[in-house]
């Protein structure tokens, strides 16, 4: 993606105002770069997308950077940023999903291979943010409410429903041998 020259300058004037240590911004980049894209090709299935607003990330980052934020803030702030671009666009309906095509050749095995990517198809966008956020990036409650905008009570609340959500989703369908006994049911 293009920048304009007036961007360029405006980055660059920001950068030089701001006195950015360049060996503390690499070891920053080369800390948040990988798990921030993880992220964004999660919550936007493509990998231009993805691309695109992980540079618009670093871009608003570098013209708004605090100087009194930790490293766990920093990138909080991070994803607090790129989860809203990823909203922004969401709604401005600029990125529509392209299905997913397997590669020639393979044939999926649905006996022996469980398909986490189409359980998370089934969750709603929060859901799946929430559900990245807390396992695969390991924030804690505060770090994700920082990270989506949300309280962190309601951070727990809407994780508890995502988990339980996606266990209903994973969990092995009734089929003719597996059905629960009628023993086992209560009084109904």
Not at 88 to 93: C, I, L, Q, T, V
Not at 113 to 119: A, P, V
Not at 121 to 144: F, T
């Amino acid at each position: 993606m293009e920048r304009t020259p007036g961007v360029v300058s405006l980055m660059f004037g920001a950068a030089q105002s701001a006195a950015i240590d360049e060996s503390a911004f690499r070891l920053l980049y080369e800390a948040t770069c990988q798990p921030l894209r993880a992220y964004l090709l999660h919550l936007c299935r493509r990998p231009d997308v993805a691309d695109d607003i992980l540079q618009e990330t670093w871009c608003r980052y570098l013209l708004h950077r605090r100087n009194d934020m930790d490293e766990s803030q920093t990138r909080s702030y991070l994803f607090r940023i790129a989860t809203n671009l990823v909203h922004d666009r969401a709604r401005s309906g600029m990125d529509a999903a392209i299905p997913e095509v397997l590669e020639r050749g393979t044939t999926p095995n649905l006996e022996t291979r469980l398909d986490i990517r189409s359980t998370l198809r089934q969750l709603k966008p929060r859901e799946r943010e929430l559900l990245w956020l807390a396992y695969v990036e390991g924030m804690n409650h505060e770090e994700i409410a920082t990270t989506t905008g949300l309280r962190p009570l309601s951070v727990r609340i809407l994780l508890f429903r995502a988990r339980h959500k996606a266990a209903q989703l994973l969990a092995p369908r009734n089929t003719p041998g597996n059905t629960p006994s009628a023993g086992s049911k209560r009084f109904a």
